[in-house]
């Protein structure tokens, strides 16, 4: 359950740096990203950063 608390906030709050430019500093995210193994790391920012950049693209469409 805290894997997914910590995959909704950080992809909340890279929405939040696309969306509004307010900038996290890294460390928020190297605390939030902890996982057990490098292949688990990598799915974790991979798929973070692709709905965070697919919902970006998607308000934006919306809006415009």
């Known amino acids: 359950m805290s894997k997914l608390k910590n ?3 950080v992809v909340v709050n890279l929405i ?4 509004f430019g307010i900038v996290r500093k890294p ?3 190297d605390k939030h990203t902890v996982t ?3 292949k688990g790391y990598v799915l974790f920012v991979s798929m ?3 709905i965070a950049v697919g919902s970006a693209f ?3 469409s919306r809006i415009y």
Do not use: V
């Open 16 to 19: 939040a740096d696309l969306w």
């Open 58 to 60: 998607w308000l934006c």
């Open 36 to 38: 057990r193994t490098k």
């Open 7 to 9: 995959f909704s906030l």
């Open 48 to 50: 973070a950063g692709i």
């Open 27 to 29: 460390e928020f995210y």
